[in-house]
């Protein structure tokens, strides 16, 4: 698989890796419904068979229990992947999580997640969300102070917009962001991917698939099938009018995958990944067969004809 720089660091990324929201299951507001740890862990290592160099996790996913899984597929592996797991999401009596940048949680996450993944340094430690707004700098500040103990390599943010990564770059730089981004949620193409590519931040792409939407498994029976526990039954584009927008938008891409002898997964990873600005796009996988199928899509380079077929389409999408 191909492999991408991030941004100014060290740390070479295969331009597929593996997601881990889902295998935290059914646990906290926002879960994927149920999960087998055992097929989790299967699917783990299966990806770093297939060449997946990384794979990023958080605290807040499943409650803990994301990192705690990746914490026990990691001891089975001779070569480990390079680990990304986020902080500054807490979560409430009633699992709905909120925002604490305050430096002793922090501090407290980063240890719980150490001890969670079973390593003694993250690789990537990346702020989730900057919520508060007022406490930014001073959580971006104690990150920095702990890559500067030597608990973590490089610090990054996820869901920042370019104020605020102007607010911490004098603090610490800034190694990563990760931003949402697919055909469907393309708000970072204005100005956040010139702004990372002109100061050398990499940028980790997540829900390429727009959680499932663009893969073609998604139907109006399996929406109306969604258990309450799978946060996507809450999730607008899952709901009319935006369903039939985006299965008619699949419907297009379809044809445009089969000539290609590819599937849509791919298609939709692909077009993430035809951006130079982007280094990697995350892929979230709850079987071994799921990445077995999306990681072919770092290999494959779109033609400006392709780009050009999808781009109509999704002119016609947006007027929705």
């Keep these: 698989m191909q492999t991408r720089k991030l941004g100014w660091t060290d740390l070479e990324l ?13 646990s906290g507001r926002f879960g994927w419904g149920p999960q087998e740890d055992d097929d989790s862990i299967a699917t783990i290592h299966r990806a770093t068979e297939l060449g997946v160099s990384w794979l990023d996790t958080a605290a807040v996913y499943g409650l803990g ?3 705690e899984v990746v914490g026990r597929a990691l001891k089975g592996l001779h070569q480990k992947p ?37 390593v003694e340094c993250i690789d990537l430690y990346q702020m ?11 959580g971006w500040s104690t990150m920095a102070d702990l890559v500067k103990e030597g608990k973590v390599r490089y610090i990054g943010v996820c869901n920042f917009n370019v104020t ?32 990372c590519a002109a100061n050398h931040i990499g940028v980790v792409a997540y829900s390429p698939m727009q959680k499932g939407l663009l893969t073609g498994a998604v139907t109006r029976e399996r929406v109306a099938a969604m258990p309450p526990s799978d946060h996507r039954s809450r ?8 369903l039939s927008a985006n299965l008619e938008l699949v419907d297009g891409l379809r ?36 990445i077995e199928e999306t990681v072919a899509a770092g290999d494959w380079n779109l033609t400006p004809d392709d780009i050009q077929a999808i781009d109509a389409l999704l002119v016609q999408r947006s007027k929705v």
């Design 82 to 118: 390079i680990i990304a797991t986020k902080c500054s999401r807490r979560w409430g009596e009633d699992g709905v999580p909120y925002g604490n940048l305050k430096p002793e949680s922090l501090r407290e996450e980063c240890e719980t997640s150490l001890r969670h993944l079973g």
């Design 65 to 67: 229990h994301s990192e």
């Design 235 to 242: 999730d607008s584009m899952f709901h009319e009018p935006q």
């Design 164 to 195: 605020q990564l102007k607010r911490i770059q004098p603090i610490h730089p800034v190694a990563s962001l990760q931003p949402p981004y697919s055909m469907l949620v393309r708000g970072v193409e204005s100005e956040l991917l010139p702004y």
């Design 14 to 26: 295969s331009t597929v890796g593996l997601g881990a929201w889902a295998i935290g299951g059914s």
């Design 255 to 290: 044809p445009i995958a089969e000539r290609n002898g590819r599937t849509l997964a791919q298609l939709a990873i692909a077009w993430v990944l035809r951006r130079p600005e982007v280094t990697a796009a995350i892929v979230g996988s709850r079987r071994p067969a799921q």
């Design 128 to 138: 989730h969300w900057p919520q508060p707004d007022a406490q930014i700098e001073q």
